[in-house]
């Protein structure tokens, strides 16, 4: 009893420890990753905006846009996940892995829910920017887009479709290679499946779309959605 007693708040303590660790690993996923690492991918990002946007939207600026107000913790946050992601996906994902990893997924959800709003409205305002200092910023954008898609990543992505064959993975990307090799491509599908309502209107499309995800975040599908793909995962891992 006397020794059972003493241990109880060494217990407590430890599982306080614990607790609060799991609660700094899944709602802080920044924690524990070189802070060299996370500066070289924001400023990869930086470097990538003005490759991509300089001369079509020079009054774009990434660090007031991306890391400042509602954006910051959004993109700093997803940038941390994907430095951890490089060394924890080294392959094809298994479930298993997938499974452990559902909390962060639910935890950049549950962000995205309190910021995704307030960050739309600062992308919307800078964008609103560029077109306003260039009347063809939309139509000049997606043509850098499909240029540099082709002279950097084209291969590498048809390359990982072509391994991936047969897998869940590979085979949505090669249908949607198959059916997009270009932005006449894309142009052709928009036309076909937006109507024409839709199409005149995307101001309130965009409108009902963050409708529909405050409706998601205020139901709580997002920690839903986790234990859901949490369960589906670990059943397929056996």
């Known amino acids: 009893y ?9 217990i407590i303590m430890r599982a306080f420890v614990l607790v609060a660790l799991l609660g700094v690993a899944y709602g802080n996923l920044c924690s524990g990753v070189n802070k060299d690492s996370l500066k070289g991918v924001l400023a990869a990002g930086s470097a990538g ?12 600026d990434f660090e007031s846009v991306l890391l400042s107000g509602e954006c910051r913790a959004l993109v700093r946050q997803g940038a941390c996940y994907g430095i951890r992601a490089s060394t924890y996906y080294t392959d094809v994902p298994t479930y298993a892995q997938l499974a452990a990893d559902v909390p962060n997924f639910a935890a950049l959800g549950n962000l995205a829910c309190k910021k995704a709003a307030g960050c739309f409205d600062q992308l919307r305002a800078a964008f609103d920017g560029c077109v306003a200092g260039n009347a063809n910023f939309v139509r000049d954008a997606v043509a850098r887009a499909e240029f540099l898609y082709n002279q950097d990543l084209a291969s590498t992505v048809n390359d990982f479709a072509a391994q991936n064959s047969g897998s ?15 932005a006449q491509d894309i142009e052709a599908f928009l036309n076909m499946h937006i109507t024409e309502g839709i199409s005149a209107d995307a101001a309130a499309a965009a409108e009902e779309a963050l409708a529909i995800a405050r409706e998601w975040c205020a139901s709580g599908c997002t920690d839903k959605s986790a234990n859901f793909l949490a369960g589906i995962f670990s059943h397929m891992q056996g």
């Open 168 to 182: 869940l993975v590979g085979d949505l990307l090669g249908m949607a290679l198959n059916q997009f090799s270009s």
């Open 49 to 60: 905006a003005s490759y991509f946007l300089g001369d079509l939207c020079p009054s774009f």
């Open 2 to 10: 006397y020794i059972t007693n003493n241990l109880r708040p060494y």
